[in-house]
Nanobody, 116 residues
Framework: QVQLVESGGGSVQAGGSLRLSCRAV???????MGWYRQAAGNQREFLAA???????EYALSVKGRFAISRDNATNTVYLQMNSLKPEDTAVYYC???????????WGQGTQVAVAS
């Protein structure tokens, strides 16, 4: 089992920054980790992912504004969000896969609200 604990959401003015954190609590080795978001009335949207070895990819909508990183020692993934826009308002979710089983786990979600 893997428990993902998110933190760092909140409210910010347009142009501001936030940093989200997500720690995976598990005895299993964690592989890929990522971030998604879901705005009201929309489907969950991929934002960024990072492998255990540090390779990352981003959705075009956030590339250049958001940065994903991780600390393997603590199984924590981060999402640094800069130049935030009102359309970034959503619930943000992290996920993680285990290497041994390839199964995917999700965090509880953290709300980000960007005011214009």
């Amino acid at each position: 089992q893997v428990q993902l604990v998110e933190s760092g959401g909140g409210s910010v003015q347009a142009g501001g920054s936030l940093r989200l954190s997500c720690r995976a609590v598990s005895t299993r080795t964690i592989g890929d980790m990522g971030w998604y978001r879901q705005a009201a009335g929309n489907q969950r949207e991929f934002l960024a992912a990072i492998t255990r070895y540090g390779s990352s990819e981003y959705a075009l909508s956030v590339k250049g504004r958001f940065a994903i990183s991780r600390d393997n020692a603590t199984n924590t993934v981060y999402l640094q969000m800069n130049s935030l826009k009102p359309e970034d308002t959503a619930v943000y979710y992290c996920n993680a896969q285990t290497i041994a089983y390839g199964d995917t786990y999700w965090g509880q979600g953290t709300q980000v609200a960007v005011a214009s």
